[in-house]
C-alpha cells in the first residue's frame, strides 16, 4: 500500500512539474503583434528558394532574347495554359515551348481566368491574379522554373510588391500582411491614423530604394465635407506626410499608384467627378516639391483600371486613353515636357496590360479584337508595331522576361 501511495505521489509531482514548464513556455513565446504598416528594410536574408523542375534551363530566356509568357489559347474549345514564346534581339519568334504552366484556366466566365500579372522589381518572380467568378485570389509564378507558390491569408489581395523582390504586401480578413513568398510566413501590420482608427487605404506602393510608402486614401462623403476625396501621402519612420488632395476623388485602382524607377515622383491615376460627369485622371506628383501635376484626362464615365507604365528612365508615363467605350489608344506622357503623343493600334481593337521593355525601345500591349487578344510590340513613336504572340483570350494579359534577368 505505502508503495503504491508513493507511486501516485510521484506521478502527481511530475504532472505538476509538466505543467509548470508548459505553463512558462506558453508565457514566454512571443507574442504576435500589429505594428504600423510602413517601410520595412529591404535588405533582409535571401528567402529559401524553390524546388526546381527537372530542367530549369529549358525555362530560361538566353542572354540577347526575350520571352513572353502568355495564357495560349490556340482553340475556343481548349483549356489556356501559361506557354512561353521565345524571341531574338530582332523580335523574330524562335519558337514556342513545349510545356508550361498549367493553372487550371478557362477562357470564359467564371473562369478560373487570369486577370493580371504583377513582377517582382527585379521580375524574377510574378504574382499572378486568378478570378474566379467575381472573386480574385494571388498566387505566386517562378516561370524560369516553372512553379508556382500559394499566399497565406483568407481572401488575400495583392497591393505591392516590397523592393526585396520577395516579399509582398496583401491585404486579408487578418489584416495587413507582408508576405515572404518563398517561405510562406508572414508579419502582420496595420494602418492607422492618429486617434488609432483604420485608415481608408485604396493602392499602396514602395519606393524603389524601400525608404518610402506611398499610399492613396480614398474618403467618402460626410455631413461636414459633401463631396469625396484622395489623399495621397507619404510613409516614413512611422509617420504620414500629406503630398496632395484631390478634391472630388472617389475611386483609385488598387496598382494603380506607381513610383518612377527613379523613385523621384509619383503617377496616380483616380476617379474625379466633375459638373460635366466622372473623369478618370492621370496625376503625377514630385516627393520632393509636393507639386501635384494634372497629365491629363484618360476617361469619361468608363469603368477604368488600368495602372500607369512608367519608362525606365522615368521621363515618360505610357496608359491607356479610351476614346469611347469600344475605342482606346495608348498615350505617352512626357512629364518633362509636358507634351504628348498617341498610338494606335494600327488593326484597330483595344489595348491593354503596358509594359516597357528594359532598354526602353519598346512599348509591348496585349491587343483585344474578334474576341481574342495577342501581345504586340510598338516602338514609342508609334511607327513600328507588330504582333509578337498568341492568341490568348480576351483582356488576359502577358509577362516579359529578357535574357540578362
Known sequence: MKSQASQ????????????????????????????????????SPPAGSPTPDADPARLAAPAGQWQVWFPYWPLTTSAPVLRALALDAQGEARGLSKTGIDLGLQPGFPGPSLYRLHPSPDRRLWVAELAYGEQVYPVVLDLKRGTVH???????????????????????????????????????????DGRGAPLPVRALAYSPDGRFLADALVYAPTVAETSPKVDVGLWEGGQRTSLFTLAGGSMVAEHGLRWSPDGQVLALIADVHKEDGRQTQLWTTDARSLIPMLRGVLAREVQYN????????????????????????????????????????????????????????????????????????????????????????????????????
Open 306 to 405: 488600368h495602372p500607369p507604365a512608367w519608362s525606365p528612365n522615368s521621363r515618360s508615363i505610357a496608359a491607356i486613353t479610351h476614346v469611347s467605350a469600344d475605342e482606346a489608344v495608348i498615350t505617352i506622357f512626357d512629364t518633362n515636357g509636358g507634351s504628348r503623343r498617341e498610338i494606335r493600334p494600327r488593326p484597330g481593337g483595344l489595348p491593354s496590360h503596358l509594359t516597357w521593355s528594359k532598354d526602353g525601345r519598346w512599348l509591348l500591349f496585349s491587343l483585344k479584337r474578334d474576341g481574342y487578344s495577342e501581345v504586340w510590340r510598338v516602338s514609342p513613336d508609334g511607327a513600328q508595331q507588330r504582333p509578337i504572340a498568341g492568341p490568348m483570350p480576351a483582356d488576359a494579359p502577358f509577362a516579359l522576361i529578357e535574357g540578362h534577368e
Open 8 to 43: 501516485r505521489v510521484i506521478a502527481a509531482l511530475l504532472i505538476c512539474f509538466v505543467a509548470v514548464v508548459a505553463l512558462f513556455a506558453l508565457q514566454s513565446a512571443p507574442v504576435s503583434r500589429t505594428r504600423p504598416l510602413v517601410v520595412v528594410p529591404p535588405h
Open 150 to 192: 500559394g499566399l497565406p491569408g483568407e481572401q488575400a489581395f495583392f497591393y505591392a510588391w516590397h523592393p526585396d523582390s520577395r516579399r509582398v504586401l496583401l491585404s486579408a480578413v487578418e489584416g495587413w500582411l507582408l508576405v515572404d513568398v518563398m517561405r510562406g510566413d508572414y508579419e502582420l501590420l496595420g494602418q492607422f
